[in-house]
């Protein structure tokens, strides 16, 4: 099995296009060494061989010593990420920003002092452009250890021109790191246990919002400072149920690009992300129409590659298919949505190394829901496990308690008796474990634990009883939680009424179109 140093190497080399491969030959061509036509040999190797082994590549290439592989990884890796950076720094500004600052300091060195300060002047005016403070703050400090060893201009303006400008640049940091600790311990708490659940997680979650939140009195706030305050808002009314607010917030995230237009590209994974919070929100408002209005953007992106390097390809791909199943889910279609789902698991295996637990648990449990509303529970058992079988129990709780009350449920409609015997108890002990047995999830384990001493005759009456008090449920402010996850009471109804999960979703969705709100999340439309 490869090591940790031999797997990166697999991984970035499997990453390049045909292109950046062919530059990095080109590249490591202009030097001419034993050491660079070994480690080209590895780079061969690599590109070429599906099963890597240290044995196989030692075989095929003679002069390689064992004793030489490991600084040869080591040094080719290196010279694959300069190439990348030399490659891809007219794409990124900030690498241009970054590489100024080196010249900068090569001329310093060099005592060409005027020439240096000549580089940081332009190189801060590009890095002003796109809000780049840290940077920003680095050339003003590399001014400031010009200005006061060495005497080049009027130093008695420029000392206090530089010292303002380094306090101002502090100060606006400092917000902005606020800010984002803000939004991203928030961003922790929805990993850990996802909406708030009760009364008392509720006033948990506000408190801490409360007491962390910061007051900076009336300071004008620039792109970054709005961007994590948004976020911050964002994930707060996120978490607590809020979705307006939430949408509310998401809305002014994606706004901000107007206000400052030469962040979109610079910062475009950060626009995506306002975007898909755009439609989480308006998905669980039930608003159809803007989100499929915004769901067009995303199409529109996906059809445009412009400018756009491989995280935020993968980024863009992943909220397009996550908001496309939702589309489905929305308007009842999953038949049409399972004609997504070889497209979508071509994207699964590509960032296979790329995507995060959190990710594939939840674009995994989208899938299953979507084949256990088409009817096809054997294939929704399939991808449920694949979240029961995780090792991180403690990610995404909330989705692993749902998964297994879904895999319970799909078991049931297979007609796996043994099978819902055992597994009752099992979910039983992981709810309780979870601290997660809400009223849905209590009333829906006590009917399937009654099933087996159920007569047919009794069957009907079972599903309208169970049914009717998961609707009084779904109207308590912290029992709607489990139905943003499972439409449990759709499956009920087409129980009753003896027809499809999806016919019955279809005729919820076309009701909500012609009252234009949500049967359960209303929503004025704007």
Same mark, same amino acid.
């Given at each position: 099995?490869?090591?940790?140093?031999?797997?990166?190497?697999?991984?970035?080399?499997?990453?390049?296009?045909?292109?950046?491969?062919?530059?990095?030959?080109?590249?490591?061509?202009?030097?001419?060494?034993?050491?660079?036509?070994?480690?080209?040999?590895?780079?061969?190797?690599?590109?070429?061989?599906k099963?890597? /082994?240290?044995?196989?590549? &030692?075989?095929? !290439?003679?002069? +390689?010593? *064992?004793?030489?592989? $490991? %600084?040869?990884?080591?040094? =080719?890796?290196?010279?694959?990420?300069?190439?990348?950076?030399?490659?891809?720094?007219?794409?990124?500004?900030?690498?241009?920003?970054?590489?100024?600052?080196?010249?900068?300091?090569?001329?310093?060195?060099?005592?060409?002092?005027?020439?240096?300060?000549r580089?940081?002047?332009?190189?801060?005016?590009?890095?002003?452009?796109?809000?780049q403070?840290?940077?920003?703050?680095?050339?003003?400090?590399?001014?400031?250890?010009?200005?006061?060893?060495?005497?080049?201009?009027?130093i008695?303006?420029? /000392?206090?021109?530089?010292? &303002?400008?380094? !306090?101002?640049? +502090?100060? *606006?940091?400092?917000? $902005? %790191?606020?800010?984002?600790? =803000?939004?991203?311990?928030?961003?922790?708490?929805?990993?850990?246990?996802?909406?708030?659940?009760?009364?008392?997680?509720?006033?948990?979650?506000?408190?801490?919002?409360?007491?962390?939140?910061?007051?900076?009195?009336?300071t004008?706030?620039?792109?970054?400072?709005?961007?994590?305050?948004?976020?911050?808002?964002?994930?707060?009314?996120?978490?607590?149920?809020?979705?307006?607010?939430?949408?509310?917030?998401?809305?002014?995230?994606?706004?901000?690009?107007?206000?400052?237009?030469?962040?979109?590209?610079?910062?475009?994974?950060?626009?995506?992300?306002?975007?898909?919070?755009?439609?989480?929100?308006?998905?669980?408002?039930?608003?159809?129409?803007?989100?499929?209005?915004?769901?067009?953007?995303?199409?529109g992106?996906?059809?445009?590659?412009?400018?756009?390097?491989?995280?935020?390809?993968?980024?863009?791909?992943?909220?397009?298919?996550?908001?496309?199943?939702?589309?489905?889910?929305?308007?009842?279609?999953?038949?049409?949505?399972?004609?997504n789902?070889?497209?979508?698991?071509?994207?699964?295996?590509?960032?296979?190394?790329?995507?995060d637990?959190?990710?594939?648990?939840?674009?995994?449990?989208?899938?299953?829901?979507?084949?256990?509303?088409?009817?096809?529970?054997?294939?929704?058992?399939?991808?449920?496990?694949?979240?029961i079988?995780?090792?991180?129990?403690?990610?995404?709780?909330?989705?692993?308690?749902?998964?297994?009350?879904?895999?319970?449920?799909?078991?049931?409609?297979?007609g796996?008796?043994?099978l819902?015997?055992?597994?009752?108890?099992?979910?039983?002990?992981?709810?309780?474990?979870?601290?997660?047995?809400?009223?849905?999830?209590?009333?829906?384990?006590?009917w399937?634990?009654?099933?087996?001493?159920?007569?047919?005759?009794?069957?009907?009456k079972?599903?309208?009883?169970?049914?009717?008090?998961?609707?009084?449920?779904?109207?308590?402010?912290?029992?709607?939680?489990?139905?943003?996850?499972?439409?449990?009471?759709?499956?009920?109804?087409?129980?009753?009424?003896?027809?499809?999960?999806?016919?019955?979703?279809?005729?919820?969705?076309?009701?909500?179109?012609?009252?234009?709100?949500?049967?359960?999340?209303?929503?004025?439309?704007?």
């Amino acid at each position: 099995m490869p090591n940790i140093q031999t797997e990166n190497l697999i991984q970035l080399i499997g990453s390049l296009s045909k292109a950046e491969k062919r530059a990095f030959k080109l590249y490591v061509g202009r030097f001419s060494s034993s050491d660079n036509a070994k480690f080209i040999q590895i780079f061969d190797y690599i590109d070429k061989t599906k099963n890597y /082994s240290d044995v196989e590549l &030692l075989k095929k !290439n003679k002069d +390689i010593k *064992k004793s030489q592989l $490991s %600084n040869l990884k080591a040094h =080719l890796y290196k010279q694959l990420l300069v190439s990348l950076r030399l490659q891809h720094a007219g794409n990124s500004s900030d690498i241009e920003i970054r590489e100024s600052i080196d010249y900068a300091r090569v001329l310093y060195n060099r005592g060409l002092y005027n020439q240096s300060l000549r580089i940081l002047e332009r190189a801060k005016a590009n890095a002003n452009k796109f809000n780049q403070d840290i940077l920003s703050l680095e050339i003003t400090f590399f001014e400031k250890k010009i200005e006061s060893q060495y005497i080049t201009r009027s130093i008695d303006s420029r /000392s206090e021109e530089l010292a &303002l400008e380094s !306090n101002q640049l +502090i100060e *606006k940091i400092d917000e $902005s %790191n606020v800010y984002s600790n =803000l939004a991203l311990k928030l961003y922790g708490l929805y990993l850990k246990v996802g909406f708030v659940k009760n009364e008392k997680e509720f006033l948990f979650v506000k408190q801490y919002f409360d007491s962390n939140f910061p007051d900076f009195g009336d300071t004008e706030l620039g792109y970054y400072e709005k961007m994590h305050l948004y976020n911050a808002y964002v994930w707060y009314y996120y978490i607590v149920q809020d979705f307006l607010n939430c949408y509310k917030y998401a809305k002014k995230w994606v706004d901000l690009y107007d206000e400052y237009p030469d962040m979109q590209n610079f910062e475009f994974e950060i626009y995506l992300k306002g975007i898909n919070n755009i439609l989480g929100a308006l998905f669980n408002l039930r608003h159809h129409e803007k989100f499929v209005e915004y769901l067009e953007v995303l199409e529109g992106m996906m059809k445009d590659s412009t400018k756009r390097n491989e995280n935020t390809e993968y980024q863009l791909r992943l909220y397009y298919y996550t908001n496309l199943i939702n589309k489905h889910f929305l308007e009842g279609t999953f038949d049409d949505g399972l004609r997504n789902i070889p497209e979508i698991e071509e994207f699964l295996d590509q960032y296979e190394n790329t995507m995060d637990s959190h990710r594939s648990i939840n674009i995994n449990y989208k899938i299953a829901c979507l084949f256990f509303g088409a009817g096809d529970n054997k294939n929704a058992i399939i991808y449920l496990n694949k979240i029961i079988n995780i090792k991180e129990s403690n990610l995404r709780e909330d989705i692993q308690c749902f998964a297994r009350i879904l895999n319970l449920i799909a078991h049931y409609e297979v007609g796996n008796e043994e099978l819902v015997e055992y597994q009752i108890k099992s979910v039983y002990r992981f709810l309780s474990k979870m601290d997660d047995l809400q009223g849905v999830q209590e009333e829906i384990l006590s009917w399937v634990r009654n099933l087996r001493i159920m007569k047919p005759d009794e069957l009907d009456k079972s599903f309208k009883i169970l049914r009717s008090k998961l609707v009084k449920l779904s109207q308590m402010q912290y029992e709607k939680r489990p139905f943003l996850y499972l439409d449990i009471i759709s499956w009920l109804e087409s129980k009753i009424i003896g027809t499809d999960v999806q016919s019955v979703v279809q005729e919820k969705f076309k009701r909500e179109q012609l009252l234009g709100e949500s049967l359960y999340f209303p929503v004025k439309k704007s």
